[in-house]
T-cell receptor, first 110, second 119 residues
Framework: QKEVEQDPGPLSVPEGAIVSLNCTYSNSAFQYFMWYRQYSRKGPELLMYTYSSGNKEDGRFTAQVDKSSKYISLFIRDSQPSDSATYLCAMRGNTGKLIFGQGTTLQVKP | EPEVTQTPSHQVTQMGQEVILRCVPISNHLYFYWYRQILGQKVEFLVSFYNNEISEKSEIFDDQFSVERPDGSNFTLKIRSTKLEDSAMYFC?????????????????FGPGTRLLVL
């Protein structure tokens, strides 16, 4: 079983749609959960950071962590064409080593 | 806003040659990392570095790889004898702390990457 699984997509939505991106994981030692955005041939850029279970909201973005189900989500409200990118979930335990998902490619069409 | 920078942006080398990838982490950060991403695959952890020592390394980081902080600003990844399978995007990252209870100081900031092509 892979440590982190993420549907690679691609996911295509119309502008203004609500987008839901998800990852599952197998390692119960993970405590820190992140979502990074990556544009083509660029470095990952941190979007959201959550410690343990719960929700966190930042503007149009909401991150959810359910440690009991080993499931994390990122919701994007009122999606914009500029949100078109690859979204990477990442997580770690008590060391700095990040474990990434495959990444989901999102296209928001005008 | 401070950012991590990497040079070169692209590097083409022949198999068996040595390459050095360079990174300038954010100035007050203390922890440094290298990751790589083979085209179409996941971003993979290679190594973390603190206080002039390797803190953790992955199985990928074998004897062909080494890291160094030669001065107060640069952080380098050396591949001694490149293989075809070393072709990838290499990302440097830095953070102030490696872990904490969620204060954010452990956030890893990534550079734009160096695309390495081994022929």
């Amino acid at each position: 079983q892979k440590e982190v699984e993420q549907d690679p997509g691609p996911l295509s939505v119309p502008e203004g749609a609500i987008v839901s991106l998800n990852c599952t994981y197998s390692n119960s030692a993970f405590q820190y959960f992140m979502w990074y955005r990556q544009y083509s041939r660029k470095g990952p850029e941190l979007l959201m950071y959550t410690y343990s279970s719960g929700n966190k909201e930042d503007g149009r973005f909401t991150a959810q962590v359910d440690k009991s189900s080993k499931y994390i989500s990122l919701f994007i409200r009122d999606s914009q064409p500029s949100d078109s990118a690859t979204y990477l979930c990442a997580m770690r335990g008590n060391t700095g080593k990040l474990i990434f998902g495959q990444g989901t490619t999102l296209q928001v069409k005008p | 806003e401070p950012e991590v920078t990497q040079t070169p942006s692209h590097q083409v080398t022949q198999m068996g040659q040595e390459v050095i990838l360079r990174c300038v982490p954010i100035s007050n950060h203390l922890y440094f990392y290298w990751y790589r991403q083979i085209l179409g695959q996941k971003v993979e952890f290679l190594v973390s570095f603190y206080n002039n020592e390797i803190s953790e390394k992955s199985e990928i980081f074998d004897d062909q790889f080494s890291v160094e902080r030669p001065d107060g600003s640069n952080f380098t990844l050396k591949i001694r004898s490149t293989k075809l399978e070393d072709s990838a995007m290499y990302f440097c990252a830095s953070s102030y702390w490696p872990t904490s209870g969620g204060a954010g100081q452990e956030t890893q900031y990534f550079g734009p990457g160096t695309r390495l092509l081994v022929l």
